[in-house]
Structures are given as C-alpha cells and as structure tokens.
C-alpha cells in the first residue's frame, strides 16, 4: 500500500512538468524552508530548467533540477559566473544558499548553486527518507556487520521503490547530472563560467568537461576525484582515514609536551576500538539512546579529520573516547545528525555505483587487504559500500575508466593531511591537465581553498586563470606544524552552559542568570558608591559575595569568549587553561554567602532586597552545581 501511495504521489509531482519544454527556465519565488532572508535582499534568485530524464528519449518524462544565483555585490561585476559543483554523493547544495551567501569570499562575480536531479529541491527526489532510516541504523545497538545487511537490504528497497514509481534510476548518474549543467549553462545569459569544485564536485567537472568545454573559461578543481587514475581509490577510504589519524598520533607523540600529557596514545586507542565490539560505546541524547561500535566512532572521527580545525584538540577528543566520557561526543554527533539527514538519499548510491562499477574487483581487493590486515579497527563505516559490492542491477560504463585530459585553465589543491581524497589524487589530475597549477597545503584536511591562503589563490587564479598565482601566503605557513592543546580547565559543562543560553534559549537558565547578574551588579554598585562616600556599608558579607559573583560571572563570560576564539573544539571539553584560576573562587563563595545567609536570617528585620540577595545566592549555587564549575585540582 505505502508503494502504491508513494507512486500515485510521485506521478502527481511529475504530471505538471509535462506542459514544460527541454532546456525551459522557470525563475519563481524563493522555495527554501527559510525565505525570510531572501524577501530583506534582491541579490538572490531561484528557478528550475526542464531536462528530459533520459536524453536519448528527449520526448519522455521530464524533470526538474533546481538552481540558485547569488548576484554579484559591486557595482561594476564580472561577465563570467561561477559554478559551484557540491561534493558527495547526491549532496544537494540549494538550500545553503544563505550560508554560501554569507561565507564565499568572492562578491564580484555571480555564483550560481544547483541541485543534482534526484535530490534536494529537484524534482523528483529519490528515496528522501534513507538518511533518517540510516541515522537510525548508526544509533542502534547493531554490529558493523548488521548494519551492512541492513544497509543492502535498504537500499535494494530504494531502487525497487524507483521501479514501482517507473523511474529510471539508471538515468540518474553523474553523466547525465552534467548534461544537465551543460543545458543550464547553454540557457542562462551568460558568455563563459568558472567552474568551482570540492571533493566529489571535483568529478563532476571532470565529467562536463569530457562533455564539453565551452564557455569554460576556468576551473577550481579542490580535494580530487579523478576518473580514470590507476588506483580505484573507494577501496582505500579506510586506510586513508588510517594514515592521517596514526599520522596526528605520531606528531603528538613526537611533541614532547603532547607526549607527555598523553602518553602512548595511539596504544590506548587501538586498545579501546578493540573494546567496542564486546562493549559498544554507550550514549544518552534527548530523544533516543545511541550505541556506536568501532566503525562508527572511526567515521565520526574520519568526519572530523577533514578540517585542520581539530586537530590540535585531537589527543584531547581520543583521551575523552577512551575514558568513555560521552558529553563531548554527543555534542558532536547532534551536529552530525543533520547532515545524515539531509545528504544521504537514493542518488547517492546511484552515483557511487554507476561511477565505480567498472572497478569493483579492484575496489572489493582494497577492501579484503584492509579489514584482513593489522589496520582492521580503524575501518569507517561507508554507506553504499556494502551494497556496491554486490550489486548486479547496474551497467559497467567503461568510460569511467579513461582519464580525462584537458587544456582548460585549472588550479587544482590538496591538503596533505586529507583523509579521504589525499595528494597522489590530486597530482595525477594536475598531470591531465595540460594549463594548470598544483599546490599542496602542509597538515591541512579536506577543502583547503577554505582557509586564507587557499581563498587568495582563488581570487587570483578567477581574476587572470592564465597566470600562476603568487603563493607567498601559502609559503609563509612553512611546515604548518600542529600546536597540541595540553593545558585546559576541564569541565564537560560548559559546553551545555553555552548551548543552553545561546542555541537552546533554555528559558530557566536565561532568567536564572539574568536575575544573579542584576542583583549582584545592584549590591556592587551599592556598595561602590558607599566606599567613594566614604559610608559605612552595611550588610558588608552579602555585598561582598554579589561582588564575588558578579566578578565571577564576568569573567567567565569572558573565558567562554576567549576559548572560541580558541583554534580547535576546546569548548567541548572545558576552557582555555588560563581560566584555571577562577574556579578557586567558586569555594570562597559559598562559604562567604552560606554565612552571610545564617547572618541575615538570624536577624528579627530582614529587608526585602536581603530576601532577593540571599534568593540569587542560591540560584547561583545552583547553577554552579548543575554545570559542575568547580576547580580541577
């Protein structure tokens, strides 16, 4: 019955499509979630064009595959566009457009976002419910090898869903993804691009280009996905996430205050990966309970290696897994969530398997010489691998196989510390194109164009693409060693503290502070202008313990704002170390407020202001007590 429901839904999205024509664009109203945004600005537009679903039968259905534009902010802008290709497989990228808006260092051109056809806002969507169904699976009491099977058999439903619908997932890959770009480019009124790409964005270039190259004026090819290079690297995501973690390991322990502080390291956590098959890490969140084996954690953790960000924190975050203190972890994994949610669907796995098929026996020998070798704990969890490696329902496309070779300006990046697409990929596209330049950025991860230096070489490169890009900012990073957190006030509270008052807008605890820092400014206040007056201060205990608070609160406040600006996720795990000192306060409060509370109330004619002072002491204690802010000793 849901098959048949979901197909009747499905011909109903698709049956207006029919009065549109191949290569139409509809530009319409802001469709995201959130517009209200877009109605404050006029520098963003939305739209669909109209491709045939399978371009041998360009009198068959016809879907929709949508698009945003970000217009350019300066006066006088550039004639050529930007195309900014998504990584992953099936990762839509429409509704970031706000958040692309709000970080992509370049104004003076148009930036034009799009949804592959099969995902996001493109019509139809395919199997939009696997990423809630997977994060299901990942949080589950389930052995690597249950999730698998339930991985197979889920994504075997997908497809067989797509066969009820009479949707050809076959047309679905990334080929026919880029014919649709290439119409896009044919009908917007624009006379040549710059094509930009990160991670699996970087193979869908590759795979317009062998479509065609005109209008090209240039590409950013950044974290490489070749076609064609002589390893069939999908087998090897494994080792890759193995070589950079064992690699962040080794630099600690070759720092010798990081040695210090964590001692055999990499033994401890090849130790507790071992632990987790007979004892899954447990984890307690607001709506479910969560267990994860040791192929999830890696794949959290593989998650995070993309980002140098964390990677001084690293010996940290490792030191709390084994210790089995989850509130760091949880923090991590809510921000997780969404992104399972929102990137994993059907074309997705069509991707990963008409991309890959013509590797498979290569690929299915990188796996077996993985998990069969010493390295075996450290396998992540892949969502489509398991499936892949069985399937008979998909075609070989032996063109997947040939390298492509280019004349088109490209400035192709690597980070050496990538964990899943690593230099060697990167320099074998350099090698196929013939008008390029190469730059491998020391210790960085995933999508190095990110950081300062990466986005000075992308102005440079979109503003003469001919022209090799003075890379003295890159230089000046020299080895760009890792400085390793090693000193820090720890406290898993504080993160919950800080979420609370700024993402949850916990209402208690927004009015719990607010009243303690009121009330102890007033009695500050009261008792320093009794001091300039030279005025005895009465109930001197109780304005001396609003001060302390006061001067508490503050200060914290501002060690919450310093460890932010910190470089790494300290904040999931307690503050910056010079923040040390101020929880000393925390017993010298209580004692001075517990007796400056006896005191007052002994007294027979109590004044309503002791009654609010002595009521914010408590909630101040409280709250001291809730988030545990007491000093490590």
């Not at 930007?82 to 990584?87: A, D, E, P, R």
């Not at 958040?99 to 019509?123: C, Q």
């Not at 990160?198 to 479509?211: E, K, N």
């Not at 209008?215 to 996905?225: A, F, G, M, Q």
Request: with cysteine; glycine share 6%.
């Amino acid at each position: 019955m849901k098959y048949i429901v979901t197909c009747l839904l499905s011909f109903i999205a698709l049956y207006p499509i029919k009065s549109q024509h191949v290569g139409e664009i509809q530009m319409t109203d802001c469709f995201l979630d959130d517009c209200g945004w877009v109605e404050k600005s006029s520098a963003v537009e939305f739209g669909f064009i109209t491709v045939p679903e399978d371009y041998q039968k360009p009198d068959g259905r016809l879907i929709k595959v949508a698009f945003s534009i970000i217009k350019a902010r300066v006066e006088n802008p550039k004639g050529d566009a930007i195309i900014y290709f998504q990584g992953g497989w099936g990762v839509p990228s429409v509704y970031g457009t706000k958040g692309f808006m709000r970080t992509y260092p370049l104004v003076d051109r148009d930036i034009i976002l799009f949804d592959y056809r099969g995902t996001g806002f493109s019509e139809p969507a395919l199997c939009t419910s696997y990423g809630t169904e997977t994060y299901q699976d990942i949080i589950d009491n389930l052995s690597y090898e249950e999730f698998k099977e339930l991985q197979i058999k889920r994504l075997s439903q997908c497809l067989d869903t797509l066969e009820i619908q009479q949707i050809d997932f076959l047309q679905y890959g990334s080929a026919n993804e880029m014919r649709d770009i290439r119409m896009l480019m044919d009908e917007l009124a624009y006379d040549s691009y710059n094509l930009f790409g990160i991670s699996y964005g970087t193979r869908r270039i590759l795979d317009l280009l062998r479509l065609s190259d005109q209008k090209v004026r240039s590409v950013i090819l950044d974290s490489n996905c070749p076609i064609g290079s002589e390893e069939a690297f999908m087998g090897n995501v494994s080792l890759y996430y193995y070589n950079v973690i064992t690699q962040i390991m080794s630099d600690c322990a070759n720092d010798e205050q990081c040695k210090l502080r964590f001692p055999d390291l990499k033994e401890k956590f090849e130790a507790f990966l071992g632990e987790l098959e007979e004892k899954p890490l447990y984890l307690k969140s607001e709506d479910s309970d969560i267990y994860l084996n040791a192929a999830e954690i890696n794949a959290i953790l593989h998650q995070l290696l993309y980002s140098r960000y964390y990677y001084g924190d690293f010996p940290i975050l490792l030191e709390s897994l084994i210790n089995r203190e989850t509130v760091p972890l949880s923090s991590i994994l809510a921000r997780m969530k969404s992104a399972v949610l929102s990137q994993s669907n059907g074309v997705g796995l069509i991707n990963f398997v008409i991309d890959w098929n013509v590797y498979k026996q290569e690929i299915q020998t990188q796996y077996d010489d993985f998990v069969n070798s010493e390295k075996k704990n450290y396998e992540i969890i892949d969502l489509y691998l398991p499936y892949f490696l069985q399937d008979d329902r998909f075609t070989v496309d032996s063109l997947n196989a040939v390298p492509l070779i280019s004349e088109v300006p490209a400035l192709i990046i690597s980070g050496s510390y990538d964990p899943i697409t690593p230099p060697h990929l990167g320099e074998f596209v350099h090698s196929n194109f013939k008008n390029s330049f190469y730059y491998n950025f020391p210790k960085e991860g995933h999508g190095p164009i990110k950081t300062s230096a990466g986005e000075d070489l992308m102005r440079q490169f979109f503003d003469q693409p001919g022209t090799e890009p003075n890379d003295s900012i890159l230089q000046a990073l020299g080895s760009n060693e890792i400085t390793f957190t090693t000193a820090y006030y720890k406290n898993h509270k504080i993160i919950s503290l800080v979420t609370g008052l700024t993402q949850k807008l916990n209402l208690w605890l927004i009015v719990a502070l607010g009243f303690i820092i009121i009330v102890s400014f007033v009695n500050t206040v009261k008792a320093v202008i009794k001091v300039i007056l030279r005025k005895d201060v009465s109930s001197p205990l109780i304005k001396l313990s609003s001060i302390l608070i006061f001067l508490f609160i503050f200060a914290l406040g501002y060690f919450i704002y310093l460890t932010t600006l910190h470089e790494g996720p300290l904040l999931l795990f307690g503050l910056v170390s010079e923040s040390k000192f101020l929880f000393f306060l925390v017993p010298l409060i209580i004692v001075f407020t517990a007796i400056a509370t006896v005191k007052k109330l002994k007294q027979k004619d109590i004044s309503w202001w002791n009654y609010v002072s002595i009521g914010s002491y408590a909630l101040f204690i409280i709250v001291i007590f809730w988030f545990q802010l007491f000093p490590n000793f």
